[in-house]
Structures are given as structure tokens and as C-alpha cells.
T-cell receptor, first 115, second 112 residues
Framework: EAGVAQSPRYKIIEKRQSVAFWCNPI?????LYWYQQILGQGPKLLIQ????????DSQLPKDRFSAERLKGVDSTLKIQPAKLEDSAVYLC?????????????FGPGTRLTVT | LAKTTQPISMDSYEGQEVNITCSHN???????ITWYQQFPSQGPRFIIQ???TKVTNEVASLFIPADRKSSTLSLPRVSLSDTAVYYC?????????????FGQGTELSVKP
């Protein structure tokens, strides 16, 4: 079974530029998550999709971050414009979507450096 | 929100049992407790999940007392390859207002 795919693996941009990350979840997984993980910290949930609908985006900085999950499969996360404090690893995860299970499968992440 | 607290680091030796505790004093009724393992440059990997009492699988056990204000991940007979960061995640169903909150992580170092 293929895992969660993410691209790119690494990205370096200057502040005020824009960047986009792509995620392909495990086939058939209804729930998709985007996390931000700053060095030395635990992952912070940015947005959670159930199929193609947003169920939690309470910690997404909506003035600069946006995400979509078209057709309930792939997802993209965009930052525009980027700030220095956005330097982090962006993790995508998916799960089967059962209400009583938090067994998430994580991708390898995209390491973003903003200079 | 259920804020979680874990020890920053722990040391152990090969073959020992390791217990990592996570405090979550304001856990909600519908919240579950899940533990993840993370190696450098990789995404977290699911270890175990529980709601109350004790859960055991092929790699770990999870102990949750009756008040559910803490949980303990138990790793039996650790090896060098268990050196990693361990996170507890507390959260409940999104359709019941649940939020997913990761702890700060415990860096476990296993020595020969």
C-alpha cells in the first residue's frame, strides 16, 4: 500500500514570496490533515478535511495560508506572502476517517526555509 | 483545549522498560489519547491509541488511569532503534467540537 506522498521535500524562498505544497493521501482515506512542525516542537494542526470539506481550520493563519482538497483526494497548502516565522516542516497526514480512530499516516513532510 | 505536558527527554539502556508519561489535565469526555513516534526527517508514526484503562499491542502498552488526566506509554525492552521523539496526541471527534493537540514530545535516547 503506497503511503502519503508530499512534494516538494525541500523549498527555500525569500520572505514575501509565495509557495505551495502538494499532498496525495493514502487511497480511500477520507480525512486529510495539514500540520506545521517548527523545529523542536510537536506538530500543530493547521487544517483538517473530511472528504473535500473543511472541518477544522481554527489554527490556520487565514490572512496568508490557504488550503484546498479538490474532489476529496489530493490537497494543496499555499502560503502567500511567506514570513520568516513560517520556516518549518509542513506535514500532511491522512486517516480512514473513523470517528473513534486517530491513527494517522504521515507523509515525509516538506521542509520550508524562508530567508 | 486539552493542553498536554511531557518530559523533554529521557535516557535508557537497551533491554530496559521505558515509561513516558503525558499529562492532560483538562481532557474532554470525548477525547482519545494517541501516541506517535518520530525519527529525524520523517513524519510521525502511530504507536497506540486508548480511551481508558489499558491497551496493549505488539509494540507498546498504554495505561490510562480512571480520571484520564494522564497517560503512560510503556515500551518493553527497548533497543537502540527506539531512539526517537515520542508524542502524545489528545483529541476528539471533529463533529463534537474535538481538537487535535500534540504534546511537545519526549526525546528518548537508548544507550548500549
Amino acid at each position: 500500500e503506497a503511503g502519503v506522498a508530499q512534494s516538494p521535500r525541500y523549498k527555500i524562498i525569500e520572505k514575501r514570496q509565495s509557495v505551495a505544497f502538494w499532498c496525495n493521501p493514502i487511497s480511500g482515506h477520507a480525512t486529510l490533515y495539514w500540520y506545521q512542525q517548527i523545529l523542536g516542537q510537536g506538530p500543530k494542526l493547521l487544517i483538517q478535511f473530511q472528504n473535500n470539506g473543511v472541518v477544522d481550520d481554527s489554527q490556520l493563519p487565514k490572512d496568508r495560508f490557504s488550503a484546498e482538497r479538490l474532489k476529496g483526494v489530493d490537497s494543496t497548502l499555499k502560503i502567500q506572502p511567506a514570513k520568516l516565522e513560517d520556516s518549518a516542516v509542513y506535514l500532511c497526514a491522512s486517516s480512514a476517517g473513523r470517528a473513534d480512530s486517530y491513527e494517522q499516516y504521515f507523509g515525509p513532510g516538506t521542509r520550508l526555509t524562508v530567508t | 483545549l486539552a493542553k498536554t505536558t511531557q518530559p523533554i527527554s529521557m535516557d535508557s539502556y537497551e533491554g530496559q522498560e521505558v515509561n513516558i508519561t503525558c499529562s492532560h489535565n483538562n481532557i474532554a469526555t470525548n477525547d482519545y489519547i494517541t501516541w506517535y513516534q518520530q525519527f529525524p526527517s520523517q513524519g510521525p508514526r502511530f504507536i497506540i491509541q486508548g480511551y481508558k484503562t489499558k491497551v496493549t499491542n505488539e509494540v507498546a502498552s498504554l495505561f490510562i488511569p480512571a480520571d484520564r488526566k494522564s497517560s503512560t506509554l510503556s515500551l518493553p525492552r527497548v533497543s537502540l532503534s527506539d531512539t526517537a521523539v515520542y508524542y502524545c496526541l489528545v483529541g476528539g471527534p471533529y463533529n463534537q467540537g474535538g481538537k487535535l493537540i500534540f504534546g511537545q514530545g519526549t526525546e528518548l535516547s537508548v544507550k548500549p
